[in-house]
Every structure is written in C-alpha cells, then in structure tokens.
C-alpha cells in the first residue's frame, strides 16, 4: 500500500510547486481564476492556485521605443518620410487596462503617429519641416498621450529622429546650397579684388606724389645751383649770357658723357657737334626776347586804351 502512495506523493509535490511562481522587476504579471481576472503580481515570489489559477500574461514597466517609418506629402508637394521615435512605459497602477483594453498597443501607437503627422506636414513647406521638426514631435505626443493615457500608457517623449526627401529632391537640395556657396565666394572674391585694385591705386598715387615732389625739389636745386653758378661767373667779369652759354655748353658735354659711361644704354644718339649747345642758348635767349617784346607792347597798348577811356570819360 506504502508503494501506491509514492507516485501520489510526488504528483502532489509537483502540483505544488506549479502554484509557486516569480514575477521579474520592472514587470508585472495578470493571474486569473477560470479566466477572469483574479490580480496582478509584482515583482517577488508569489503563489497561485494550482488548476484554478493561471498567470494570463505579464506586462513589461520599462521604458519601450516605437519607431515608426510614415511617408507624407508637404505644402509644396514634396514627398518626404519622417522617422518618428515614440518612447513610452506602462503606467504601474494602470496595468489591468494596458493587459486587457489593447490587443496590440504598438499598432494603436502607429496609427496614431501616422495621424497627426499626416494632419501636420502637409501645412508646411520642406523647408518648413526641417526647422519645426520639434513642433511636429510636440503634436504627436500631445495626441498620443490624450489617446493612450485611457489604455494605461503614458508617452514619455517623440522624437522626430529622421526626415528624407526624395533623392531628386536632395541632389537639387544640395545645387542651390552649392550654387550660394558659389556666389558667396564670387562675392568674397570680388570684394578681396575690388580691395587689391583700390590699394594698388592708392599706392601708385602715392608714388607719382612722391615722384612730382622729387622732381619738383631737383628743378629746384638745379635752378638754385644755376643762380649760384652765374652768380659765382658775374664775381669774375662774366656777363650774364657768357655765363649762361657756359653753363649750358657744359651741362651738354657733361650729358654726352654720362651716356659715353652707360654700357647697357639703349639710347640712341643723334647727330652732334660743339655748336649744339651754342644754338640752343642762342634760341632759348630769342624766344625770351620776343615773349619780352609780345609783353611790352600788350602793355604799352592797354595802357593807351585806359587813357582814351579816362578823356572819354571827362569830356
């Protein structure tokens, strides 16, 4: 009889230990008598009826990520696909309603995102979605939490984690961006041009100042050691226009041979003789003279022409 009762023995050990059962953290499991809900376990070891109880399911209290691809069109008809990221966590004193009110939660989350970014992309332009990406995020929350919240979840952040247009739509993307950079650097380029030519003017400028004042200051050292020098010959008996024609012949020579003295000259030489420099005194000093004679008569006539108009005028 003792040998019947072993087998009994273990069947009722081994009934007893499927009553025994543990619950993870960050989980809860949904025990149920003859299928309906009986409660809900949390982490630790618990125990349950056997045969009567069963554990319907457990639900997962992490924080979970939806990714969601969803394919739209913009206000300039644009179409465009947006990645959005929906972290969200079963709320703990909610768990009956996330187990039994949802048969998918994670289909009932997409749709809704697929709602309200279709509802909201179409008002903007691309343009538009790439700088008020936050805003599309901020309405996929706001909808999805006013509609899971009722379900036991609560939406812990969306996030709109990738925007691709169509590739025609990049490649011209990426020309206007290439062709303002383009224009930038014309602009940069022209500017640095526009700066060189103003320098370099400003530089020549200065130069031909400082060439005319160099000049101006030689003429006026030349006149100076002409004056000394007819100075220094008048002291010693030469007149004036001796000393004149001295000069002038020995500036000539002294010309002729510092051209002798340049190897590398290019300067051609045209036909020359002693009386050179004699003829072109004899020239300048007739030229004086008659601009002197064309001075003396404007002035003897403009002063008859005052005296008629003097006798004119006391008649």
């Known amino acids: 009889m003792g040998f019947y009762l072993i087998p009994l023995i273990i069947f009722g050990f081994i009934i007893l230990l499927s009553g025994i059962f543990t619950v993870k953290q960050q989980t809860s499991a949904i025990v149920e008598r003859f299928g309906k809900f009986l ?88 343009d538009d979605v790439f700088e008020r990406k936050d805003d599309i995020a901020i309405a996929v929350k706001q909808e999805l939490n006013e509609a899971m919240i009722n379900y036991g979840y609560d939406i812990i952040k969306t996030l709109v984690t990738d925007i691709d247009p169509d590739m025609q739509v990049k490649e011209a993307m990426n020309r206007i961006n290439a062709a303002e950079r383009e224009k930038v650097a014309a602009e940069y380029e022209a500017e640095a041009e526009r700066i060189k030519i103003v320098a370099k003017a400003r530089a020549e400028a200065e130069s031909k100042r400082l060439q005319g004042q160099g000049i101006a200051d030689q003429r006026r050292e030349i006149a100076r050691g002409l004056e000394e020098s007819v100075d220094v010959l008048n002291n010693v008996g030469i007149n004036s226009q001796e000393a004149s024609a001295l000069i002038v012949v020995t500036q000539h020579y002294d010309t002729l041979q510092s051209i002798g003295e340049e190897t590398n000259s290019n300067l051609i030489l045209l036909p020359n003789s002693p009386q050179a420099g004699s003829d072109m005194l004899n020239n300048m000093i007739a030229s004086f003279t008659a601009s002197n004679q064309i001075g003396e008569e404007m002035k003897k006539q403009n002063a008859k022409k005052g005296i008629g108009r003097k006798k004119s005028g006391e008649q």
Do not use: C, W
């Not at 997962?60 to 929906?86: A, G, H, M, P």
């Not at 004193?93 to 996330?98: I, L, M």
């Not at 749709?111 to 179409?122: K, L, W």
């Open 39 to 126: 409660s809900i376990r949390n982490s630790g070891l618990h125990f349950k009826i056997p045969v009567f109880d069963r554990i319907a399911g457990r639900i997962n209290l992490k924080i979970q990520q939806l990714d969601v691809l969803v394919e739209t069109k913009t206000k300039d008809d644009v179409f465009v696909r947006l990645k959005i990221s929906v972290q969200f966590q079963v709320i703990k004193e909610k768990v009956y309603d996330a187990f039994y009110k949802l048969e998918n939660p994670h289909d009932q989350i997409t749709s809704y995102v697929f709602d309200v970014v279709r509802a909201e992309v179409p008002k903007m332009k691309l």
